[in-house]
């Protein structure tokens, strides 16, 4: 992690107010990213996401209308592509990364976030590894909402749970009810030998290292970049339908704690 982004984003950390609140208080904060640019998110921090192949990021765009900054929130939306002809894609979508920037291990990292639901909305904040492919270093899903769902998913996957298929021993995954209409915070703790899931601080579930001669079972004790997006689609979620559209999130705060 930089030391130039934890010392300049670190300043005025108590005293801020914002529509989550909620702190633990075993923690010490040791950054933060507020939004509170009016114009665009911290390019020092933030990259938009490149579009790709896979369901999440096959609508990806850098298109300005799938972005904003509100009110202190960093606005994500998926979109009908009304105004682009030379892409092909039907709808756009907007996400970031802190990926070359910014990576985050042993600690607990929080979002704070509004979801709006529409049918074929996937909004997501997950972690990955810069220094393994996937599945083998892992991926950590922080949240994943489908649709207009009053749940979250927290889940993980691993060359373990998803090329071996180990996913009941631990239990990869679980599931915690949210305030559709409100905002709430999705957080994980990454310890050097388990993950522990919060929804609006609630353990969910924690997945462990455990002993075992199958490959690959716990690689999350590393560094992770994060993710923040918003996706339109796919073989979990279903159809999109643009009649819902436009759809978004409203991201309050990212926190990062140590103890």
Not at 70 to 81: A, D, W
Not at 217 to 238: A, C, E, I, K, T
Request: aromatic share 14%; hydrophobic share 35%; proline share 7%.
């Amino acid at each position: 992690m930089k030391t130039k982004n934890l010392l300049a984003l670190a300043i005025g950390l108590f005293g801020l107010l914002s529509s989550c609140q909620e702190q633990p208080k075993e923690w010490k904060l040791v950054w933060e990213e507020n939004f509170e640019e009016t114009d665009s998110f911290d390019p020092g921090i933030w990259s938009k996401i490149p579009r790709g192949t896979a369901d999440w990021n096959r609508h990806m765009s850098d298109f300005d209308s799938c972005y904003a900054m509100q009110n202190g929130h960093l606005v994500l939306r998926g979109i009908v592509n009304y105004s682009l002809p030379n892409d092909t894609s039907p709808v756009l979508t907007g996400g970031v990364y802190t990926k070359g920037k910014m990576l985050f291990s042993n600690g607990r990292l929080e979002i704070c976030a509004r979801l709006h639901g529409a049918q074929g909305a996937w909004p997501a904040f997950w972690l990955l590894p810069e220094d393994a492919p996937w599945p083998q270093g892992g991926e950590i899903d922080i949240m994943e909402r489908l649709n207009n769902d009053s749940i979250a998913y927290q889940t993980v996957h691993s060359h373990y749970t998803y090329v071996q298929g180990f996913k009941d021993n631990p239990p990869q995954g679980s599931t915690g009810p949210i305030n559709r209409e409100d905002y709430n915070i999705y957080a994980v703790e990454l310890y050097p030998d388990s993950l522990s899931f919060y929804i609006n601080d609630v353990h969910t579930f924690t997945y462990p290292r455990i002993e075992t001669d199958k490959e690959g079972q716990f690689p999350f004790n590393r560094p992770f970049y994060l993710l923040l997006d918003m996706q339109l689609g796919g073989s979990w979620v279903g159809r999109y339908d643009t009649k819902d559209l436009p759809v978004q999130m409203e991201i309050d705060w990212v926190r990062f704690y140590q103890k």
